[in-house]
């Protein structure tokens, strides 16, 4: 792009000024032919609003990066915006190059970019993106992650291990993010590593609207561990059925063993709730326990499908009556072929919170 290619707006202000400094000028009397052309430039005066509104019009920019498009064409097509344009290109040796096709000086832009798999791919992308961004003079960006990446390391478990949740988040920040949006927190603490503001939205009004109207008979929620149990709670609380508990310990990275389940299933329709499920290995091993206690059914949702490894072939092996997951993270070509897996959409949710934080509204209303 040349220089030639850069257009300069007049702001409101600059245009007060002008007329502020015209006003200022001694007035002359006009007759007859200049009388007619004054009044002339008096009716034609308004259109200096057009370029405000234009403006106006701009305000609201959003754009996304390779990691999931489709989810963002739905936000856009809700909102009723279009897409921002730009260009994003590999060198042969895989860095990246991203190019802002369109002005977005004094804009309110918002960057949707789930940082799932390739993590650390989609993360340099979401980075080199908001230095772009700041660098354009954009008036504030607001970091849309529908999937936080790195979440699960968010405290120091073992000697000499990092928190990367804190990372992430420090370099988000340094980036030039002013805002972020977030979508299930491995963990609500997570909220905390941010020096900037930050909404964290839940996906539990999308799953549970589908549970009520499926009408599964004596449902019990199932929290698969102790560290869920705040969010299967909620979800009880919502769908008015018990809560029980599974009892597991992980023995290794992706490695669990379930130990007992705390609650009463037996002859009940249970659901399994979880934020992510990555191998599947403690969704495979808590539809077993549940059934060997005497449930009838089992159920599972999750928030992000990150799927990774053997997680589709466990769960089409699996006795799991179905799996509903939401598309926060884009489904894999084998998992979108099992019938088991149902994806809903939380673009609607995610809408209206972008259009709350550009209204300047208040987000809380999204969580009921």
Same mark, same amino acid.
């Given at each position: 792009?040349?220089?030639?290619?850069?257009?300069?707006?007049?702001?409101?202000?600059?245009?007060?000024?002008e007329e502020t400094e015209a006003s200022s000028q001694p007035a002359l009397a006009l007759s007859g032919q200049?009388?007619? /052309?004054?009044?002339?430039?008096?009716?034609?005066?308004?259109?200096? +609003?057009? =370029?405000?509104?234009?403006?106006?019009? +701009?305000?609201?920019?959003?754009?996304?990066?390779?990691?999931?498009?489709?989810?963002?064409?739905?936000?856009?097509?809700?909102?009723?915006v279009p897409l921002g344009e730009t260009r994003l290109q590999r060198f042969s040796d895989g860095e990246v190059?991203?190019?802002?096709?369109?002005?977005?000086?004094?804009? @309110?832009?918002?960057?949707?970019?789930?940082?799932?798999?390739?993590?650390? /791919?989609?993360?340099?992308?979401?980075?080199?993106?908001?230095?772009?961004?700041?660098?354009?003079?954009?008036?504030?960006?607001?970091?849309?992650?529908? %999937?936080?990446? %790195?979440?699960?390391?968010?405290?120091?478990? *073992? $000697?000499?291990?990092?928190?990367?949740?804190?990372?992430?988040?420090?370099?988000?920040?340094?980036?030039?993010?002013?805002?972020?949006?977030?979508?299930?927190?491995?963990?609500?603490?997570?909220?905390?590593?941010?020096?900037? $503001?930050?909404?964290?939205?839940?996906?539990?009004?999308?799953?549970?609207? %589908?549970?009520?109207? &499926?009408?599964?008979?004596?449902?019990?929620?199932?929290?698969?561990?102790?560290?869920? !149990?705040?969010?299967?709670?909620?979800?009880?609380?919502?769908?008015?059925?018990? &809560?029980?508990?599974? @009892?597991? *310990?992980?023995? @290794?990275?992706?490695?669990?063993?379930?130990?007992?389940?705390?609650?009463?299933?037996?002859?009940?329709?249970?659901?399994?709730? @979880?934020?992510?499920?990555?191998?599947?290995?403690?969704?495979?091993?808590?539809?077993?326990? &549940?059934?060997?206690?005497?449930?009838?059914?089992? %159920?599972?949702?999750?928030?992000?499908?990150?799927?990774?490894?053997?997680?589709?072939? *466990?769960?089409?092996?699996? *006795?799991?009556? /179905?799996?509903?997951?939401?598309?926060?993270? $884009?489904?894999?070509?084998?998992?979108?072929?099992?019938?088991?897996? +149902?994806? &809903?959409?939380?673009?609607?949710?995610?809408?209206?919170?972008?259009? =709350?934080?550009?209204?300047?509204?208040? !987000?809380?209303?999204?969580?009921?």
């Amino acid at each position: 792009m040349n220089n030639n290619d850069t257009t300069a707006v007049l702001s409101p202000i600059s245009e007060q000024a002008e007329e502020t400094e015209a006003s200022s000028q001694p007035a002359l009397a006009l007759s007859g032919q200049d009388g007619k /052309q004054k009044a002339a430039i008096d009716k034609a005066a308004p259109e200096k +609003k057009r =370029s405000g509104r234009l403006t106006e019009n +701009k305000r609201i920019k959003i754009f996304c990066g390779s990691s999931n498009p489709a989810l963002c064409e739905e936000i856009c097509k809700f909102i009723g915006v279009p897409l921002g344009e730009t260009r994003l290109q590999r060198f042969s040796d895989g860095e990246v190059h991203f190019q802002l096709l369109e002005n977005v000086r004094g804009a @309110d832009v918002f960057l949707v970019q789930p940082t799932s798999w390739p993590v650390d /791919q989609h993360l340099v992308e979401l980075l080199i993106m908001m230095d772009a961004l700041k660098r354009a003079s954009a008036g504030r960006i607001t970091v849309v992650i529908p %999937y936080y990446g %790195y979440a699960r390391q968010d405290r120091k478990d *073992r $000697p000499r291990v990092a928190i990367t949740s804190k990372l992430v988040a420090d370099l988000l920040t340094t980036a030039g993010a002013n805002r972020a949006l977030l979508v299930d927190l491995h963990a609500a603490q997570i909220q905390g590593f941010f020096n900037i $503001p930050v909404d964290h939205l839940f996906a539990s009004p999308v799953l549970v609207s %589908y549970f009520r109207e &499926l009408g599964l008979p004596n449902l019990t929620v199932v929290s698969p561990d102790a560290g869920g !149990v705040e969010r299967a709670r909620f979800f009880a609380k919502k769908l008015d059925v018990p &809560l029980a508990i599974v @009892d597991k *310990r992980r023995t @290794d990275i992706n490695v669990t063993e379930v130990m007992n389940v705390i609650g009463d299933v037996k002859g009940r329709t249970c659901l399994i709730l @979880d934020d992510i499920i990555d191998t599947a290995g403690t969704l495979v091993k808590t539809v077993d326990a &549940l059934l060997a206690e005497g449930a009838e059914k089992v %159920y599972a949702c999750a928030t992000h499908p990150v799927l990774s490894g053997p997680a589709v072939e *466990r769960i089409a092996n699996s *006795r799991l009556e /179905q799996l509903i997951v939401t598309n926060t993270i $884009p489904l894999r070509e084998d998992a979108a072929r099992v019938e088991k897996i +149902k994806v &809903l959409s939380i673009a609607g949710l995610l809408g209206r919170a972008i259009e =709350s934080i550009h209204m300047e509204t208040s !987000v809380s209303t999204l969580f009921n």
